[in-house]
């Protein structure tokens, strides 16, 4: 093994192509005494080169010969003392926190992992070289050509969560090496079903270089959902086709580029609140090993990790090298890699400031001022697990938000174990949280199911979830799921149960699809995907999580149904409002712009708002709207659409002027297939509606 020194370098940090077969390297490291880049041949072998100028703490050089596709790792040196925070080892190569591609997994060794006590140095003198990723020097050309962020305005968005493996693995029309991967989510047939489905944004779950961990490698599982992240500036190479060497940085922007010419944007899950090393018992991979107790939030003087996410640590973002760290990343994916925006995992992590959730603190003032990041979409999920890091409402004006009350109302609604009384606000944007501080109706972000949690279909088929399949005696996931099986439990050959389901369905989706806010679709519910109950699939790489293409008839005719459903959004205003209803008329001598109507075809009377057994809500939306502020209406059809969660029909009539003379039904959720009716209805009629079901009509003068 050699040992060699190297001249000076300078930034950026990371290890950098100079053009010229060499390299420039800069590595953050307070407290170390001595950085070491260690490369590795093809046959394993490792040179390692001692990094010793130093400035403001980063350890920098210049190094010839180290051409692109290059194996490397850090080793650091530098004290052990864990009880005061200080993990320094130079017996563990290390992920570089820069580097734009990473190679390999984690192995299951007891070199790298600490059942038996981290704090026992000689424990810890096992070299791990060989059982963990390795850094890859990447090459930054890549040909966009006239590429470009649409900026798709919000009151338009239509997201789309997917897992890059599960939603092509098993599709039949793409090449069986690109199912599971970047390229596939790519390929020109599924482009076409996202934009048959009115989709504007896949939104990808994580896809930053992640790692199992430890209890999932000893029971032969592995993290699929891949919040676990080692590398925030490297896409995840077990999805690339195209190799592992720097190949999957292409991919991905190759896949960037063709969803773009689609008109679809991209965004990206990302995970900065937690790292994949764990808490003390965890393996030492990156973070911990450059500078421990300045990268993570420690307690009792150091010895173990203050955990906001139930993960076994917190990344601390008040320091500012990690905010540093974490606004490069950001900025990379946006300028490098084209991405158009983020959902941030426990975002209520990142707004910590010591120990309190501050949105006036660090992170989100950074956020605001930064001339890259404030212009691209940013999504919180707006909790994590500590004191007081439920957010929902609670984020600054530039951030969306993942509507947990969205979610919970309707399921509750739907499942008819509530009554109207919150329905109103969450149909229409939910302004009881966003309509302060100059937010608008596109803060909610809408949505009935993610990837935690029941699918569509569980919802209305499963009332406790089955996650036996995660080896944790199904203990793990929530109790929480306000779902329903109507008789059975799981999949059933009743007829009127299936009926019943299949109307429920129809409902949730019709629901998501016509309120007011930003909805997002999870990858298979447009279809009736299960996971059989799973309602924490995480560690379910297979068909449990996997997006199933070959569709049933009862599928076929539920996408259908759903095409049908997004292209009423898609096509009018009214459902895709700008801003807050009102309640007042939009024109003189006009109807109301919103307007709440009852079974007997009169306005809801306030008593019925704190009735818990009323079941039925008929929601009047006028076709003048507001478009911008202080500026003229614009006008639409109007629209009354009846939600009845009961389990009798009942009759409702429909209410005359000023609403409306006559009413046509476009869709109604009792039939399988709901083709517009060539009828109207005049003011006055009464009309039957089914148990459970949801109809909208449209409305002339």
């Not at 599709?171 to 934009?195: C, D, F, M, N, S």
């Not at 393996?283 to 090993?289: A, C, E, I, Q, V």
């Not at 995992?345 to 910590?352: F, I």
Request: contains cysteine; negative net charge; aromatic residues 10%.
């Amino acid at each position: 093994m050699a040992h060699t020194h190297a001249r000076p370098g300078w930034d950026p940090l990371g290890v950098t192509p100079d053009g010229l077969g060499g390299v420039n390297v800069a590595l953050w490291a307070e407290g170390a005494s001595l950085i070491q880049l260690c490369l590795f041949d093809d046959d394993g072998q490792e040179r390692r080169i001692d990094i010793t100028h130093r400035v403001f703490n980063i350890f920098h050089g210049h190094v010839h010969n180290v051409p692109v596709g290059t194996r490397y790792g850090f080793r650091v040196h530098g004290p052990w003392d864990p009880s005061h925070g200080h993990r320094w080892n130079p017996n563990k190569l290390l992920i570089d926190p820069y580097a734009r591609a990473v190679e390999g997994e984690l192995s299951l060794d007891p070199s790298i992992f600490g059942h038996v006590g981290t704090d026992d140095l000689a424990f810890n003198a096992a070299d791990s070289a060989e059982f963990v990723p390795r850094s890859i020097v990447v090459d930054s050309n890549f040909d966009w050509g006239q590429d470009k962020h649409h900026h798709v305005p919000w009151g338009d968005t239509v997201i789309y969560e997917a897992h890059v493996v599960g939603l092509t693995k098993l599709h039949p029309g793409v090449p069986e090496h690109q199912r599971g991967t970047y390229a596939g989510v790519a390929h020109p047939l599924v482009i076409e079903h996202l934009k048959s489905l009115g989709v504007t944004a896949v939104e990808l779950m994580p896809v930053h270089q992640s790692v199992n961990e430890i209890h999932l490698l000893e029971t032969g599982l592995t993290n699929y959902w891949g919040y676990n992240s080692i590398g925030y500036f490297a896409p995840h190479a077990a999805y690339s086709s195209a190799g592992t060497r720097g190949e999957q940085v292409n991919e991905f922007k190759q896949m960037v580029k063709d969803l773009h010419t689609a008109g679809l944007e991209v965004i990206l899950d990302v995970v900065y609140n937690h790292t994949a090393e764990g808490n003390e018992m965890g393996p030492t991979l990156s973070f911990r090993g450059i500078d421990n107790d300045d990268y993570y939030r420690l307690r009792d003087g150091g010895r173990h990790y203050t955990d906001y996410t139930g993960t076994g640590n917190t990344l601390d973002i008040s320091k500012p090298h990690v905010l540093q760290l974490v606004m490069d990343s950001l900025r990379y994916w946006v300028t490098e890699m084209h991405v158009d925006g983020f959902r941030f995992d426990l975002a209520s992590a990142l707004a910590r400031s010591m120990h309190d959730v501050d949105m006036l603190g660090t992170f989100m003032s950074t956020i605001h001022q930064d001339p890259v990041l404030r212009r691209v979409k940013l999504i919180a999920e707006p909790w994590d697990v500590g004191p007081g890091g439920y957010q929902v409402g609670e984020f600054p004006s530039l951030w969306t938000e993942w509507n947990g009350k969205y979610r919970d109302c309707i399921r509750d609604f739907w499942r008819g174990s509530t009554g109207i009384g919150e329905v109103g606000w969450r149909l229409t944007g939910s302004a009881d949280l966003y309509a302060s501080e100059g937010r608008r109706p596109f803060a909610s972000i809408n949505f009935i199911t993610a990837h935690d949690g029941f699918t569509m279909n569980d919802l209305v088929s499963y009332e406790s979830k089955h996650n036996e399949a995660n080896l944790e005696n199904n203990r793990d996931g929530t109790n929480d799921n306000r779902s329903r099986n109507y008789g059975v439990e799981g999949p059933t050959d009743d007829p009127a149960i299936n009926r019943i389901r299949d109307r429920q369905l129809r409902n949730l989706f019709a629901t998501l699809a016509l309120s007011t806010g930003v909805p997002m679709i999870t990858a298979g519910d447009e279809f009736g995907r299960t996971q059989q109950g799973n309602n924490n699939a995480y560690c379910q790489n297979n068909e449990i999580s996997w997006v199933e293409w070959q569709h049933t008839f009862r599928q076929q005719d539920l996408l259908n149904f759903n095409r049908q459903v997004m292209q009423i959004r898609r096509s009018h205003r009214a459902f895709r409002q700008r801003y807050f209803f009102d309640g007042r008329p939009m024109t003189e001598g006009g109807p109301k712009d919103l307007a709440w109507i009852a079974a007997d075809g009169h306005e809801v009377p306030e008593s019925s708002w704190h009735d818990g057994s009323q079941r039925t809500l008929g929601m009047y939306i006028a076709g003048d709207l507001q478009d911008r502020p202080d500026g003229p209406p614009v006008s639409d059809d109007s629209f009354l659409m009846i939600l009845h969660a009961g389990e009798q029909e009942i009759q409702f009539t429909l209410p005359g002027m000023p609403y409306g003379a006559s009413y046509r039904r476009i869709l109604d959720t009792e039939a399988d297939q709901s083709a517009p009716s060539e009828a109207n209805e005049a003011a006055g009629s009464v009309v039957r509606i089914a148990p459970f079901s949801l109809l909208l009509f449209r409305v002339s003068d």
